[in-house]
Every structure is written in C-alpha cells, then in structure tokens.
C-alpha cells in the first residue's frame, strides 16, 4: 500500500515532468516561429526602407516611382534571367549628369576609392550617384510568380551572368561610362598581376564607352604599396591603351596607398594635388 502510493505519486511525477517538456519544447518551437518569421519579413520590409532612407539624401527625386521601377526589372523574374536593359526605364528616371574631369572610375581598389571619395568632393564614384548609393552593397532578387523583393537566397554574383544586381551594375556602369567628359582618372590595384582585367565591369562595360572627343584623357593612378607586384610598365595596362578609343590619350602614375589615405584626410590640400 505504501509502496504502491509512492509508485503511483512517482507516475504522476514522472507524467507531469513529461507534460512539461513537451509543454517547454512547443513553447520554444513557436518562439523561434515567431522570431523568425518576424526577422524574415523586417529583411523584407528592411530592403525598401534601406532604399527609400538613401533616396531620400537626394532632393528633387520621387522616390517611391523610383522604387517601383526598379522593382519592375526583377519581381516576378527568374533570378539568373535579369538583363542589363531591364533597368532601362530605372536609370531614364534618375538621369546621370554629363560630368568633366571628375568621374573616378577603379576595379580591384574599392576600399581605398570610397574613403577617398567620400572625404574629399574632388571627384564622384558611381556609387555616389544616385542609384549607386542606394543599392550600394545590397543584394535582391525576385522569383517567378510571386511579386516579393527578396533578400536571402538569391544567385551570387558569379553564379550566373544576368543576376539582379550585376545586370544592376553593369547596367549603371553603362550610364556612367556614358556621362564621362574631358580627363577620366581610374584607380587600378598595384598589388596584383593584372591591374587593367578585361572582365572587370570597369574593363568590359566602362571604358567602351569613354568616346573620344568629348573625352580627352584616360589618368590611371596605379595604387601601390611597399612590395608592390605591379607598376606603370604592367602589360595589362598595354590592354587597357588599346581599348581605348583613338584620340584619347593615356597617362599612368603610381602612387602610394599611405599618400592617397592621408591626402583624403587632408581638407587643406587641394583637388588634384593627391597625386
Ligand atoms: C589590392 O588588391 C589586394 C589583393 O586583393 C588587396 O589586399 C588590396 O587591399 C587592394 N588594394 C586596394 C588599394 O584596394
Ligand atoms: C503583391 O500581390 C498581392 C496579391 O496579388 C497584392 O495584394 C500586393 O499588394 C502585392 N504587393 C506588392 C508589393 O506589389
Ligand atoms: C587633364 O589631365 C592632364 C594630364 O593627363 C593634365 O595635364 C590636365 O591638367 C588635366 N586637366 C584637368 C582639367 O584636370
Ligand atoms: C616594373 O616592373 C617590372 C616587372 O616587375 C620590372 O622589371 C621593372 O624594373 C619595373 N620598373 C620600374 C621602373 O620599377
């Protein structure tokens, strides 16, 4: 009798105690639902205000037209099958401004190009434009039959050619190379074998469109370091002369990081004299 209460008292225990776990594990179970569910939707949402915030820097702009069409060249697309031209009617909405002597073009330098550019208003990058600077390091796609920006899961940037955001930036690279006028500087890396590399989108989108006469130089500064692999005699940069529409003359100077890093944080030394 009382081993038999205290047998039974130990089943109710031991019910209770499973009760409780499966209580524990379905209250978790919804938890990370929850969390979840709502992390995937604020990426969503996350994307749109991230545009809509760095459009709004830009006065004069409809920003939330500009929104629509860009959405308008991937939503309801499979994610590999974006053309360049389906940006089309986005970049006709947000045209780029001919600009002389300031564009700054550079393939394999990014880092040094946008503390550069950003502390010192000599010269303008694409991703200082206005589309650039609002899709700048962001990633998004669509899928077929379903009209949402997604965020996750979409195509790398090398698994297949016409993904969203490449056919973006060769697409605005394109409008930029266009808008380039008088002396064009581009920032090459000095610190690898091919400097000037034909399948960069400065190689293979920008300088075909460089036209000769509206533009007149082509400055390379080759950013260099102590034990630089790389200098002016570089025979990538024999490519890069040859691509060239005749009548545009070419120049190259190799300069050092440490004296571009220090000159963009200089407010007294004038545009042109980092190099
Ligand atoms: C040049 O390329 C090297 C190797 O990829 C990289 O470590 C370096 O930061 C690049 N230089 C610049 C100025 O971005
Ligand atoms: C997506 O489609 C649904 C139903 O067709 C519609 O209610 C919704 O407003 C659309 N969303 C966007 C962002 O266009
Ligand atoms: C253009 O570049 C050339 C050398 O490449 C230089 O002599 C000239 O001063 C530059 N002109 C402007 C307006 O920057
Ligand atoms: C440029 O680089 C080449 C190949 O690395 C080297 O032979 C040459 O001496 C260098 N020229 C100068 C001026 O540093």
């Given at each position: 009798m009382e081993s038999g209460e205290i047998r039974g008292s130990e089943k109710k225990?031991?019910?209770?105690?499973?009760?409780?776990?499966?209580t524990a594990v379905a209250l978790l179970v919804i938890i990370l639902a929850v969390v979840l569910g709502v992390t995937l939707s604020r990426g969503r949402e996350g994307f749109k205000d991230t545009f809509m915030e760095?459009?709004?820097?830009?006065k004069g702009y409809n920003c939330e037209h500009i929104w629509e069409l860009f959405q308008q060249a991937y939503v309801n697309q499979d994610p590999c099958e974006v053309?360049?031209?389906?940006?089309?009617?986005?970049?006709?909405a947000a045209p780029l401004e001919s600009s002389c002597n300031r564009l700054l073009f550079w393939s394999k330098t990014k880092d040094v190009?946008?503390?550069?550019?950003?502390?010192?208003?000599c010269?303008?990058?694409?991703?200082?434009?206005?589309?650039?600077?609002?899709?700048?390091?962001l990633t998004w796609c669509g899928k077929k039959g379903s009209n949402e920006t997604l965020t996750t899961d979409c195509p790398g940037w090398l698994d297949c050619e016409n993904n969203p955001p490449r056919s973006f930036w060769r697409r605005v690279s394109t409008a930029f190379g266009d808008a380039a006028c008088g002396n064009v500087t581009a920032m090459l890396n000095g610190s690898i074998t091919t400097p000037f590399d034909t399948q960069s989108i400065f190689g293979s989108v920008e300088v075909k469109r460089f036209k000769s006469p509206r533009v007149k130089n082509m400055n390379v500064v080759l950013v260099i370091q102590k034990n630089s692999v790389t200098n002016c005699t570089n025979p990538s940069l024999q490519n890069l002369?040859?691509?060239?529409?005749?009548g545009i003359s070419y120049s190259c100077l190799e300069v050092f990081r440490s004296q571009i890093e220090k000159c963009g944080s200089d407010p007294e030394k004038p545009c042109g004299a980092c190099w």
């Amino acid at each position: 009798m009382e081993s038999g209460e205290i047998r039974g008292s130990e089943k109710k225990r031991r019910r209770r105690g499973f009760i409780l776990a499966v209580t524990a594990v379905a209250l978790l179970v919804i938890i990370l639902a929850v969390v979840l569910g709502v992390t995937l939707s604020r990426g969503r949402e996350g994307f749109k205000d991230t545009f809509m915030e760095r459009c709004q820097k830009f006065k004069g702009y409809n920003c939330e037209h500009i929104w629509e069409l860009f959405q308008q060249a991937y939503v309801n697309q499979d994610p590999c099958e974006v053309p360049p031209n389906a940006y089309d009617s986005l970049i006709a909405a947000a045209p780029l401004e001919s600009s002389c002597n300031r564009l700054l073009f550079w393939s394999k330098t990014k880092d040094v190009v946008q503390d550069f550019s950003r502390k010192k208003d000599c010269f303008q990058t694409v991703e200082e434009t206005l589309l650039g600077s609002v899709l700048n390091s962001l990633t998004w796609c669509g899928k077929k039959g379903s009209n949402e920006t997604l965020t996750t899961d979409c195509p790398g940037w090398l698994d297949c050619e016409n993904n969203p955001p490449r056919s973006f930036w060769r697409r605005v690279s394109t409008a930029f190379g266009d808008a380039a006028c008088g002396n064009v500087t581009a920032m090459l890396n000095g610190s690898i074998t091919t400097p000037f590399d034909t399948q960069s989108i400065f190689g293979s989108v920008e300088v075909k469109r460089f036209k000769s006469p509206r533009v007149k130089n082509m400055n390379v500064v080759l950013v260099i370091q102590k034990n630089s692999v790389t200098n002016c005699t570089n025979p990538s940069l024999q490519n890069l002369v040859m691509a060239l529409d005749k009548g545009i003359s070419y120049s190259c100077l190799e300069v050092f990081r440490s004296q571009i890093e220090k000159c963009g944080s200089d407010p007294e030394k004038p545009c042109g004299a980092c190099w």
